[in-house]
């Protein structure tokens, strides 16, 4: 979810100037900007198991600090 790399530069949409697109096509953004800083401010992760155990994992920006945390919860499998 950390991943810079950006897209192909002739994959772009160019619905916004080229150059600012293609740092835009990266899963995670973090770049600076005439208005001030522009980028990712959540990412979030979801994982279901057989056995019932479901993970919710975030991770925030909270003031220029990420944070994370994971919730877990068990359900019960009935045949």
Known sequence: MM???EGYFSMVPRIYPPEME???S???IDISCPQ???GTRNQSALSV???GEVCFYERYLDKDL???QTITYQ???TK
């Open 75 to 77: 359900f019960e499998i």
């Open 66 to 68: 990420w944070k994370e």
């Open 22 to 24: 293609y740092h835009l």
């Open 36 to 38: 001030g800083r522009y």
């Open 26 to 28: 990266a899963v995670y």
């Open 3 to 5: 991943d810079t790399t």
């Open 49 to 51: 198991k057989s056995n």
